[in-house]
């Protein structure tokens, strides 16, 4: 099945199935006139579909990100305007169907996969196990952003027959969504241990995967660290608690069988090797550059500036008139005050050539650094301080180095050269009294510093890891000013559905309806 015919057959699920029946009738292709297809296709074509939503795009940028999470973790600055802190109806319609043609694109690739015969599916294991670690990653996200979702039950059409009046969704419960992701993915990490490809199907994975090439223990290690994550996220609740205690400490005291990325060597990207092959050159660019999107909030730059944090110039370049000096925009400014700093371009921005006009910059999927600094709050709500420290120095230095990587890719050098930072300049940054971990402090305090870190690692790079940390955790100490002309008068603490869900999905909506309010918190949101 070529993806163009893919694409078509799913274009239903731009809302789910929030769609009327002529449109469902249009968009459905009957699977007895497309053209024969494998795996290793559908599996390639799965990853692509999502890539804007990994790779830096110009939508999720402008539309999606710039007036709703951007603004929420203070990433960035914006203008005071009415409905500040209301995400647009535009962003969360796209980002949601964007997620159900993904899910759409990983049936087609469970249809097939189903087909084979029993012998060929344990060969091509790998790339199943590959795809729902890939499909679990961004699941979570989706989760994180809205809370109960359709799942388990959902973009069914083909495998439906095209039959729509089997295919509205019923909303999965997020903890159970939780638990499996965290089963499975538990399963993938014992069966990649002593997995075994033949020749031809090691060949067609390499060709195929876009992510790890190929790579069978890059993926043992992204399965790894993924369970860290969402094993960290849910680890303050009564439900998991426990669990996930237990499965930290056996993933974090075992590397050799449960190895996870902890060096910059191993981290999981999108890579774009060629110019305008995955995504617009000038995507990047024109979503965070555009309209303002990408000018520095006040409290990142104060922070970078009174620690003499050697990311700083990697991240960030003073504003065409503030003479070298940088400067972040206060969110506690009337929007006149606010309108009259832009229009002096005083404000400094993100670095243009180290993100927005780096064409090579590739879709962050997992790091070092934050492994590292989830790694930490483990062993500190463990009282292993030691070790809890040592995780948390090395993420600091894995971020920096992932930044100078960053850079180092680029084809652009609008902004100047950044200040290389040393081993000295590093070590001092690490003894600031605003970044040390000192046996003095409370075990409060010592979170405090993980998460700021983690903030600061995130900023617009990761936003909406960054969003579902800054919420968890609540440690980050992030003021802005109400919004009196808006019920909605602070940042929220979830997205809403989209609109087409209560009129095409009503009656699996209507069961969800009670809880889709913006500060309705997600279960893991115990802060």
């Known amino acids: 099945m070529k993806i163009k015919n893919i694409i078509l057959a799913i274009l239903l699920y731009s809302s789910l199935v ?60 914006w203008e005071n305007v009415e409905n500040n802190y209301v995400p647009g109806s535009s962003g969360i319609e796209s980002r949601w169907g964007a997620y159900y043609n993904f899910l759409a694109q990983y049936r087609e690739l469970e249809k097939t996969y189903n087909k084979l015969s029993p012998e060929a599916q344990k060969d091509y294991r790998i790339f199943m196990i590959a795809a729902t670690t890939y499909l679990y990653d961004h699941s979570q996200s989706v989760v994180d952003l809205h809370g109960d979702i359709p799942w388990s039950k959902a973009a069914m059409l083909s495998i439906n027959g095209g039959d729509y009046t089997k295919t509205y969704a019923e909303y999965d419960n997020a903890s159970a969504i939780y638990t499996k992701m965290l089963d499975d993915l538990a399963k993938f990490s014992e069966e990649l241990r002593t997995i075994s490809l033949n020749p031809a199907i090691s060949a067609g994975f390499r060709t195929q995967d876009l992510i790890n090439r190929g790579n069978v223990q890059h993926w043992q290690k992204y399965v790894n660290s993924l369970r860290i994550r969402i094993l960290t996220r849910v680890s303050g609740t009564t439900g998991f608690g426990t669990r996930a205690d237990t499965e930290l400490n056996v993933i974090l005291s075992n590397p050799a069988s449960f190895p996870i990325i902890s060096s910059n060597a191993d981290n999981v990207t999108f890579k774009i090797h060629a110019l305008g092959t995955l995504i617009d050159q000038n995507s990047f660019q024109s979503g965070l550059e555009d ?50 700093l832009i229009r002096g371009n005083t404000l400094s921005v993100y670095n243009r050539s180290t993100l927005s006009r780096n064409q090579f910059f590739p879709g962050v999927i997992m790091n070092s650094a934050q492994v590292h600094f989830m790694a930490s709050e483990y062993f500190l709500r463990k009282s292993q301080d030691a070790k809890a420290k040592e995780h948390y120095e090395t993420g600091i230095r894995e971020s920096i180095g992932y930044y100078q ?30 970044v040390s971990w000192s046996a003095a402090i409370s075990m409060d305090a010592k979170m405090k510093l993980i998460a700021e870190q983690k903030w600061l690692h995130f900023n617009v790079v990761q936003p909406t890891e960054n969003w579902a940390e800054l919420r968890r955790t609540d440690a980050v100490s992030l003021t802005f000013l109400q919004d009196n002309s808006n019920q909605q008068r602070l940042p929220p603490v979830r997205w809403i559905y989209p609109g087409g869900e209560a009129t095409y999905n009503a009656e699996n909506y209507a069961k969800v309806r009670a809880n889709d309010v913006l500060n309705n918190k997600i279960f893991w949101d115990l802060k």
């Open 291 to 340: 309209w303002n999107g990408n000018i520095a909030g006040k409290k990142i730059i104060d922070h970078m500036l009174d620690n003499a944090d050697p990311r700083l110039t990697y991240l960030f370049q003073p504003g065409d008139n503030a003479v070298g000096q940088y400067r972040g925009l206060d969110p506690l400014l009337n929007q006149s005050a606010q309108a009259e």
């Open 18 to 77: 929030s769609c009327k029946k002529t449109i469902f009738e249009d968009n459905y292709t009957d699977p007895s006139r497309v053209s024969e297809t494998s795996v290793e296709k559908q599996f390639s074509g799965f990853i692509l579909s999502n890539r804007e939503y990994t790779l830096p795009s110009y939508w999720n940028y402008f539309v999606v990100l710039r007036t709703s999470i951007n603004r929420y973790n203070q990433a960035t600055g």
């Open 405 to 434: 990587f960053l850079r180092s890719l680029s084809n652009d050098n609008s902004a100047g050269a950044p200040v290389v930072p040393t081993t000295a300049s590093i070590n001092a940054y690490i003894a600031k009294p605003q």
